[in-house]
């Protein structure tokens, strides 16, 4: 018989862009209503580097969550900050013993949105504050493709792995580190058989679509992110990766909020919008291959367990029925288009 709901521990979301200012608010809603939890990146303008900030970046999440009338206790943000040349371990020490932050994310330098201030040699640069991040145990968000323009768009993730993980891994074995938003066989692999404590999250763009959606028609630019969308065997082992019985895979949105506009420019910017219906893109992707019940191990206790946080206490149903994603959403004075805007998916969350 064809299941037709799911109840599941609410879910969180590892990996989350909610920008600053008009756009903050217009988009936390969206996250809120799905999500306990968020890892909040720290790709403003100006990053997010220090304890300081990532507390004034809280509060304007907080302050823009009462704006829309959603409770503080319906949604808690959980900070990280921007790894750079100079950052120092004191640093990092401060914010993680403080609570400011849960983590560090790495932008190798200009490999996406806002990551001109990123890294140019991690171990060479900062093997100082990795050191005092594998003492304390606060994990390292990896973004994870190198950025020599000699190397293919689809190619960088793979030699990401060679180039920075495996020597990562080798100096910091102990060091906690996510491989954000992998979107390659040979991520799923390492990851999977990779030694230490690591692990990774999927969006749910990478597990429905390969890089053929971005040119179906003409260029889609609402289908273009980064790391971009790879070829169908590429998709196929990260939903066998995301399904499977492995602690390492988990829920990460990437959702990344652009107006219309940037994203049908001359030179677009990179990001999928999917806050607003994330668990339902999920459950279809999941349901797809027959594993539903495979769900809330990746939506709601891998993170969590990973992270060394406490599982949620509430739940959240899904029911088989359309779900229409809308064409465009308010942006401040413009509007975004959600990822496959105007199609029609097969699970909805129950309101």
């Known amino acids: ?36 939890r968020a890892i909040v990146m720290p790709n403003l303008k100006p990053p997010v580097t220090t304890a300081a900030l990532a507390v004034a970046y809280r509060t304007r999440i907080e302050q823009a969550l009462a704006a829309v ?34 983590a560090f994310k790495l932008y190798p330098a200009g490999a996406t949105t806002n990551s001109d201030a ?9 093997s100082g504050v990795l050191e005092a991040m594998q003492r304390i145990g606060m994990p390292l968000l990896v973004h994870g493709e190198v950025t020599d323009p000699a190397v293919d768009v689809f190619d960088r993730e793979a030699l990401f792995i060679d180039r920075v993980m495996i020597p990562l891994r080798k100096s910091f074995p102990e ?4 491989f954000e938003h992998i979107t390659t066989k040979e991520g799923a692999e390492y990851v999977r058989d990779a030694e230490g404590p690591v692990a990774a999250t999927i969006t ?8 053929n959606a971005i040119f ?5 630019p609402h289908y273009y992110c980064l790391p971009i969308l790879k070829r169908e065997v590429h998709r196929r082992a990260l939903l ?28 677009g910017c990179a990001g999928c919008y999917t806050a607003l219906h994330a668990m339902e893109l999920y459950a279809t992707a999941f349901d ?34 359309d779900f229409i994603i809308p064409t465009e959403l308010p942006f401040g004075k413009e509007t975004i288009v959600p990822l496959a805007a105007g199609e029609t998916l097969k699970w909805r969350v129950r309101q």
């Not at 179906?216 to 889609?220: C, E, H, L, N, S």
């Open 240 to 267: 066998d990766a995301a399904t499977s019985d492995s602690p390492r895979f988990f829920l990460g949105t990437d959702s990344a909020p652009h107006s219309k506009g940037l994203k049908e420019h001359a030179c």
């Open 175 to 178: 060091l906690k580190v996510v």
């Open 288 to 321: 797809s291959v027959g594993k539903i019940d495979k769900l809330e191990a990746f939506a709601s206790f891998r993170g969590p367990d990973f992270y060394g946080l406490p599982r949620n206490t509430g739940t959240m149903t899904l029911e088989r029925g």
């Open 204 to 211: 749910a763009q990478h597990l429905l679509y390969n890089r």
């Open 216 to 220: 179906q028609g003409g260029v889609r």
């Open 1 to 36: 018989m064809t299941q037709t709901t799911l109840t599941i521990t609410r879910p969180d979301d590892w990996h989350l862009h909610l920008r600053d200012a008009e756009a903050l608010q217009a988009v936390i809603g969206d996250t809120a209503r799905q999500f306990a």
């Open 118 to 126: 990123g890294v140019t040699d991690l171990l060479a640069r900062c």
């Open 69 to 102: 009338g959603m409770p503080a206790a319906s949604f808690k943000p959980l900070m990280t900050l921007y790894l750079t040349d100079n950052t120092q371990p004191a640093e990092a020490i401060h914010a993680f013993e403080s609570g400011a932050a849960v």
